[in-house]
């Protein structure tokens, strides 16, 4: 069992490693996926800032001086001369320089245009926000839309969605010829965002797991235990059942025998030694038969309470001095489909308690058992166990049924637990404490299907 033990919880720690294992890779793989954005908008960035000094040069409408030779433009800014003999670097000699213009109007635009165009488009192919905005952090670009034609209160709303992205993720500076222009504000994808939330679902996976197999660790555990319990029970059984045997053979020996049968005290001790002989093996018997589902046959409630409260009456000392044990019989009989032997004990579990609680009672203890219908449908019958002992505190009400807990010294907490097992599991009845008052008494009750009622 130790070895069964110490493997289950070896698995558990496998298990619980590789799953801590798969949560730092997710967490890293968030982690990279975000670096993985970055860099694409940093990208972006600098193709941004790259073609910011071309379109600069495209939409200068002032022109160049060019050389008539070879057509090298010229160092000078002084474009109001329309001609002027200047030095070529590429000629290597003073030739004529002419004033032109790089592109004409119409196609200086269709240029710009179609940079913005094609900036936008791929700007608009990323799955999350983004906005361009100048050295004065104005928004110049919103998602691949240029917002020249925008409201006052719409930038005023892209300035607060900037500060919201650079509260998610750290602005991308644009840098052209050595200056800062602007920056790229972006936000996070809803991949992205997803991915954060794997981890977290993965740590409540784990400690689901963990509960899970904790559970059943716990119950296989018991069920070791029960099944170390219902071994035991059986051996003991067995063991009993052999000198019972023989017990009950030489009290047959001496019933028989003529010379003793003419005594009439030695003949009613025999009689009740016979009781007893029978009463341990039917006690052998439901030890022999726990762990396995009994057998279930149609009978008397009457007749199987009767047979133990008469037991208990021909004791007085079982009942103890001045407790008076009362069957209130119903005026039919009640068939059920159960088992006699292990309801006789669940009854006479609860009838020893009854008398324990009313032990040194000062006004004399009384117990008493009734059968009566559950309910004006009469499908059910009520058996209650009633006395007027000590009864049971208020605390400890709700766990009377738990296995291992006892109000009593000395006691093993197993008789309730049981009860309710063979009440509820075995016979789909309920048994449970209706009342119970410190000082006055505690009223138990047993619900159990008639035959034929549903």
Same mark, same amino acid.
């Given at each position: ?19 801590? @294992?798969? @949560? ?5 793989? *968030?982690?990279?996926? !975000?670096?993985?954005?970055?860099? +694409? ?45 200047? &030095? ?50 104005? =928004? ?13 209160? $719409? ?13 998610? !993720? ?15 504000? /972006?936000?996070?994808? =809803? ?34 235990? +029960? ?15 052999? =000198? ?12 028989? +025998? ?19 002989? %029978?009463? @341990? #093996? ?28 008469? /037991? ?40 020893? %308690? ?10 004399? $203890? ?10 004006? *449908? *009469? ?9 007027? $002992?000590?009864?049971?505190? /208020? ?5 009377? &049924? ?13 008789? @309730? ?8 599991? /075995?016979? #789909? ?23 034929? $009622?549903?």
């Amino acid at each position: 069992m130790h070895n069964t033990f110490r493997r289950r919880i070896a698995f558990f720690l496998f298990a619980s490693i590789t799953i801590w @294992l798969f @949560l730092w890779y997710t967490h890293d793989l *968030a982690n990279r996926l !975000n670096q993985s954005n970055r860099k +694409d908008c940093e990208t972006i960035a600098w193709l941004w800032a790259g073609v910011q000094y071309p379109l600069s040069i495209v939409g200068d409408e002032s022109g160049i001086m060019s050389c008539t030779e070879c057509g090298h433009p010229s160092e000078r800014l002084d474009l109001s001369l329309e001609s002027e003999s200047l &030095f070529c670097l590429v000629c290597a000699d003073t030739t004529r320089f002419i004033h032109t213009v790089r592109l004409l109007p119409q196609e200086r635009v269709e240029a710009i245009d179609f940079t913005r165009r094609l900036f936008g488009d791929l700007v608009n192919r990323l799955d999350f926000p983004t906005i361009f905005a100048d050295e004065n952090n104005v =928004p110049q670009i919103v998602d691949g839309q240029v917002i020249d034609d925008f409201s006052t209160d $719409g930038i005023a709303e892209f300035r607060k969605k900037m500060v919201a992205l650079a509260e998610e !993720n750290e602005a991308i500076p644009i840098i052209a010829r050595g200056d800062t222009i602007g920056h790229l504000f /972006y936000g996070t994808s =809803p991949l992205n965002t997803e991915m954060r939330f794997i981890p977290f679902l993965e740590l409540g996976l784990l400690l689901l797991i963990a509960a899970v197999v904790f559970v059943f660790l716990r119950a296989e555990i018991s069920r070791d235990k +029960d099944m170390s319990w219902v071994g035991f029970a059986r051996e003991t059984a067995h063991q009993i059942s052999t =000198p019972l045997s023989s017990l009950m053979g030489w009290i047959e020996l001496l019933k028989d +025998d003529p010379e003793l049968s003419d005594i009439p005290d030695l003949s009613d001790a025999l009689e009740h030694m016979d009781a007893d002989v %029978n009463r @341990l #093996n039917s006690i052998a018997q439901r030890y022999g038969q726990m762990g396995r589902r009994p057998k279930l046959k149609p009978i008397s409630i009457e007749s199987t309470v009767s047979d133990i409260v008469d /037991y208990f009456n021909a004791r007085k000392g079982v009942l103890g001095g001045g407790v008076v044990l009362v069957f209130e019989q119903s005026s039919e009989e009640h068939i059920v489909n159960g088992s006699s032997v292990l309801i006789g004990w669940v009854l006479e579990n609860l009838i020893k %308690n009854a008398v324990a609680s009313c032990a040194g009672s000062s006004d004399g $203890g009384k117990v008493t058992v009734s059968c009566e219908y559950a309910h004006s *449908a *009469a499908t059910e019958i009520e058996i209650r166990i009633s006395d007027n $002992g000590c009864g049971i505190p /208020y605390g400890a009400q709700g766990r009377i &049924f738990q296995a291992g807990f006892t109000t009593r010294e000395g006691g093993w907490g197993l008789g @309730l637990s049981l009860a309710r097992r063979i009440i509820e599991e /075995y016979h #789909n009845g309920s048994i449970r404490l209706l009342s119970s008052t410190p000082d006055r008494g505690t009223i138990f009750s047993i619900l159990l299907p008639l035959e034929g $009622g549903e």
